[in-house]
């Protein structure tokens, strides 16, 4: 009796475990993710600028610290894709894309990112800090931020500034939404090439 029990038991769990199985592979997949990254959108300038740059530190909201994108959908609401998703993590692609703006504008390849290495020379140091970066389902990206250019031998503030940027994307298109989001970071590193050109003249 024992050990027909226990073959009816071992062969009631197998029927299950095939029911489960059968009913799990009709249910409906999920789409594969899809992956986005940044870019630089500055052409080498006329201008050369024989200084040393520091970049950072740069700081992102923190709904956007992850590696789905976050879309904002209203005042006090955020929603995250979870089949959108940037291929690197943002902050990182955010200082390096700001990196190769700024030094192909200011015509100068002397240029690091924080955590500053010990010894290096630097002139200036840029930092940012961001209070949105991220598409918006009305149908554009929005970008505003804080930047300081600081002298890094003394620490002293050189030039403090707020910027905003929008540009209209059509909802749901996260391509364009990264490609205009890049397209905002460069008129960022105009506004600071800028700043760090006059800066630097008039020292």
Known sequence: MKRRSLGTAVLGIATVALAVS???SLLPKS???SFYVLSATAEPGAATVPIAIGVGPVQLP??????QISV???????????TQRWATPLQ?????????????????????AF???LGLPRDYDVSVDFFHFEPVSSGQVLVEALWRIQRSATGDELVVRRSSFSRPVAPKDFAAASAA????????????ATALQQVHAAR
């Not at 904002?72 to 979870?82: C, K, L, M, Q």
């Not at 989001?181 to 600071?192: K, N």
């Open 92 to 112: 990182q692609a955010v200082a390096n894309v700001l990196m190769i703006d700024l030094g192909l504008r200011l015509g100068t390849d002397r240029i690091t």
């Open 181 to 192: 989001l890049s397209d905002a970071l460069g008129e960022l590193a105009v506004e600071i």
């Open 22 to 24: 059968g009913c799990t």
């Open 115 to 117: 955590p500053f290495a």
């Open 72 to 82: 904002r959908t209203g005042p006090n609401a955020i929603d995250v894709s979870e």
């Open 62 to 67: 923190g709904y956007t610290d992850r590696p």
């Open 31 to 33: 789409p594969p993710p």
